[in-house]
C-alpha cells in the first residue's frame, strides 16, 4: 500500500514537471506569435507583455485538461494564532494540486456565527482508558448472560474510544492550538482569505 502511494506521489511529481515546461514553451510559443502578429500590424509590442498574455493563455489552456479538475477543498487544518471577538486567525500549509496555480493564502481568517459547531478532541489519559476497557468488559459481559431476544432489544455495549469529544466556545479557543475547519454548504475554500465555518474541532496543543 505504501508502496502504491510513494508511486502516486512520483506521478503526480512527474507530471507536474512535465505540464511546467509544456506550460513554459507554450507561453513562449504563444507570446511570440503576438508579437509578430503586433509587428505586422504596424506596432512592436512590448515583449514583456506578449509573453506574459502567452504564459496566462497557455496556463489557462493547460487547466482544461482533466487531470486539473480540480477536487473541491472544503476543510483545512492549521495552527490557531490569534481569537478576536468572532474570528479565528489560523496559519496553514495548504498547497494547490494543481502546479500551475497562484500561491494560496497561508493565513487564514475563519468566522464564527452562532451556528457554527465547535468541538474540542483530546486523548483519554491511560487511566481513564483501562477505567473505560473495565466497563465495558462488565457490560459485554452481562450482554452475552442475556437471552437472544434481549441481547436484539438491547443492542451490544460500544467499546470505548480513546479520546474525548466536548463542546466549546470560541472563548475556549487557545493560540498554537491544531486546528480543522470545515466550510458551509461545501464551499470551496481554496484560495479564500477569509470563510465562515460549519464546524470547527480543535485537536490537540502543538
Not at 45 to 72: C, D, L, M, S
Not at 146 to 167: D, M, N, Y
Not at 186 to 199: H, M, V
Request: glycine letters at 6%; a negative charge; charged letters at 25%.
Amino acid at each position: 500500500m505504501n508502496s502504491m502511494k510513494g508511486l502516486t506521489k512520483a506521478l503526480k511529481a512527474v507530471i507536474s514537471l512535465v505540464v511546467l515546461v509544456v506550460v513554459f514553451f507554450a507561453g513562449h510559443y504563444i507570446g511570440f506569435n503576438q508579437g509578430i502578429k503586433g509587428y505586422k500590424g504596424g506596432i512592436l509590442g512590448n515583449n514583456e507583455n506578449t509573453y506574459q498574455a502567452g504564459w496566462e493563455a497557455a496556463k489557462e489552456k493547460i487547466k482544461e485538461h482533466p487531470i486539473f479538475n480540480a477536487r473541491v477543498v472544503n476543510s483545512l487544518n492549521g495552527t490557531v494564532a490569534e481569537v478576536n471577538n468572532n474570528k479565528i486567525k489560523i496559519n496553514t500549509n495548504f498547497i494547490s494540486e494543481n502546479p500551475l496555480d497562484d500561491p494560496p493564502p497561508q493565513e487564514r481568517f475563519i468566522i464564527v456565527t452562532e451556528n457554527t459547531v465547535i468541538n474540542e478532541q483530546k486523548e483519554k489519559t491511560e487511566e481513564q482508558i483501562n477505567e473505560d476497557i473495565k466497563e465495558f468488559e462488565t457490560a459485554r459481559e452481562a450482554f452475552i448472560s442475556l437471552s437472544v431476544e434481549e441481547q436484539q432489544q438491547a443492542g451490544p455495549p460500544v467499546p470505548p474510544e480513546r479520546i474525548t469529544i466536548r463542546t466549546i466556545s470560541i472563548n475556549e479557543i487557545q493560540p498554537n492550538q491544531l486546528i480543522s475547519v470545515i466550510s458551509v454548504n461545501n464551499e470551496d475554500i481554496s484560495f479564500l482569505k477569509e470563510f465562515e465555518a460549519s464546524r470547527i474541532i480543535i485537536t490537540a496543543d502543538r
